[in-house]
């Protein structure tokens, strides 16, 4: 099966098109690049960024992690799209070697996440290397561990009946 990638015009679509959450917890701006098992997508912070606290002048170093998250969630996105597939929930399951050489995600400024497959198995169980650069300084950096069922629903309903 040939490897394909999203053209100019799909990663110009706004991110609602690829990801499950709508606003106002939409956290990434931009999709930049796509290619077979990675995308990069960027963020802009303004007063109106979730999570931004004025007294820290941006948004907490921690909510990195989702804009890693949502990182991966579009890359699902876009390959569901690539293959006329529906948008699917998943779920974030953790991070391992997590390492924040930032505090805060500064207003006024412009990060780029970049999310690699490093592993993913028939049930839904993925990693991803990911890293958030500043210009060209990498500022974040962490694998984070996703999980997306085939059946969502089907998946939550048997998860609390085996509780």
Not at 99 to 108: A, P, R, V, Y
Request: with cysteine; glycine share 4%.
């Amino acid at each position: 099966m040939p490897t394909r990638t999203a053209n100019a015009a799909m990663l110009a679509q706004d991110i609602s098109t690829f990801i499950p959450h709508r606003a106002p917890m939409i956290l990434i701006d931009n999709l930049l690049e796509h290619y077979p098992d990675s995308l990069i997508t960027e963020t802009h912070i303004h007063p109106d960024s979730a999570y931004f606290d004025r007294q820290l002048n941006g948004v907490p170093n921690y909510v990195g992690i989702e804009y890693m998250a949502q990182s991966i969630a579009a890359l699902a996105g876009i390959e569901a799209r690539l293959d006329h597939e529906g948008i699917r929930v998943g779920f974030l399951l953790g991070t391992r070697k997590l390492q924040m050489h930032i505090d805060t995600f500064t207003l006024g400024e412009s990060y780029r996440t970049q999310v690699t497959r490093l592993y993913q198995e028939e049930s839904g169980l993925a990693v991803f290397d990911c890293h958030i650069y500043h210009q060209d300084t990498l500022v974040a950096q962490a694998n984070v561990n996703v999980f997306q069922p085939q059946d969502t629903q089907t998946y939550i309903n048997n998860s609390q009946v085996n509780n």
